[in-house]
């Protein structure tokens, strides 16, 4: 298998379950006990997460090329941002490394559009739902994405950033997040695309009212295709 390094700590409930996600995937296509070769390299996201609210995304990037490079130098033949916001400096974290990046997003679409499901909507932080970094890759794909809901997204911004980015779940998050998802169901949309990973701790994946496009478990299957020899 080639090797990949993780840019992660954004948050470490994210790493973790990309860590788990990549493992159990390697797994299931391998020879018993198996174990993925990474490198992960974990930020310190309290001093980040600073940054990217004040919007200082140069010394953001600044930080996330650094992790690149220290990867790259370490052996990882391959990279991904465990982090969707964070693809927002994407292009300049590519620029500066010799090794390929794999777009959270891009990997979305692709299957996306191999399954046929083009209109969707879009939750994750109140960045990746409002801007075109990522919407714009998606849309790429020729995925149609529905307008966001401003009060929903003020509701799923405050429950990733207050709860879900220091391990907490609780039952008023997961009833919240089920009322907007059965909002979009009702208003006509094919499709929720999951793009943050934390998400994943209040939202049922696999049994929902809408096919779920989870961000996290695409990016991974991604990445274990080209550590497995995919292109």
Known sequence: MRK????????????????????????????????????????????LH???DG?????VAEVLIASARRLEDAGAESLIICANSMHKIFDRIVAEVN???????????????REGILDAALIGRRDVMTES??????VAHGVDLRAPDMDNVEVIDRIIHDELMIGKASRQAERS???????????????????????????????????????TRIHCEAAVDWMLGGN
């Open 50 to 52: 600073e940054l990217r």
């Open 4 to 47: 990949l390094g993780l840019i992660g700590g954004m948050s470490w409930v994210s790493t973790g379950s990309y860590l788990e996600h990549i493992n159990r995937l390697v797994q299931r296509r391998s020879p018993p006990r198996t174990t993925a070769p990474l490198l992960i390299e974990s930020i310190d996201f309290s001093n």
């Open 55 to 59: 919007a200082d995304w140069d010394e």
């Open 99 to 113: 090794v390929p990046v794999l777009h959270v997003a891009d990997c979305i679409g692709t299957r996306m559009e």
């Open 133 to 138: 970094f990522f919407r714009q890759r998606l």
């Open 177 to 215: 997040l089920k009322t907007i998802i059965t909002q979009i169901e009702q208003a006509g949309a094919k499709a929720v695309v999951l793009a943050c990973t934390e998400l994943e701790l209040v939202v049922d994946v696999d049994a929902n009212v809408l096919p779920i496009f989870d961000s």
